[in-house]
């Protein structure tokens, strides 16, 4: 089953706005990634939370980590045409036993449009 | 720039007959994974390499497989492609196993 499940699976809003998108997973991770992913197109590395980590920046993006409720939220503030695109969040499973041979379990992907 | 590379970018072939997608990478990563993403659907791994280590995911159909002759090189080989198996494949990296991925732009496979 699907380890990550995003809210919402649709999001429209206009330019200069913000966006948020949340993030539910099921079992103990490791790190929580965010992916970007323009039409037709691989995906784009946004930002690494790990599990004993709350919040992180990185330039617009603002992400969150709760790891009682597992789940996590993608803030983009000031939102412009180019940030159109699919988001995805990303779960590394805990495996104890594999060091070094983990492996990335992505969500439903959450599709933005920012309106000009 | 380093990246990672896959070829070709759109790929047709007819139903049963074998195709393989290449990807190179220029990073150095010693972690290679190959997804395969259907419209609007969530990427799903289908297979990764660490450095040499094969590993296969358990619902991997048979009908894929993946051969890294180097670090720099990882194919994927389709044997018999079904109207089912039409979708984009992505190639990604990583050093080591927990760290961000990298991924190439992908191949949109077209199965007739």
Known sequence: ?116 | DAMVIQNPRYQVTQFGKPVTLSCSQTLNHNVMYWYQQKSSQAPKLLFHYYDKDFNNEADTPDNFQSRRPNTSFCFLDIRSPGLGDAAMYLCATSREGGNEQFFGPGTRLTVL
């Open chain 1, 1 to 116: 089953s699907q380890q990550g499940e995003e809210d919402p699976q649709a999001l429209s809003i206009q330019e200069g706005e913000n966006a948020t998108m949340n993030c539910s997973y099921k079992t103990s991770i490791n790190n929580l990634q965010w992916y970007r992913q323009n039409s037709g197109r691989g995906l784009v590395h946004l930002i690494l939370i790990r599990s004993n980590e709350r919040e992180k920046h990185s330039g617009r993006l603002r992400v969150t980590l709760d790891t009682s409720k597992k789940s996590s939220s993608l803030l983009i503030t000031a939102s412009r045409a180019a940030d159109t695109a699919s988001y995805f969040c990303a779960t590394l499973l805990t495996l104890i036993s594999n060091f070094g041979n983990e492996k990335l379990t992505f969500g439903t992907g959450t599709r933005l449009t920012i309106i000009p």
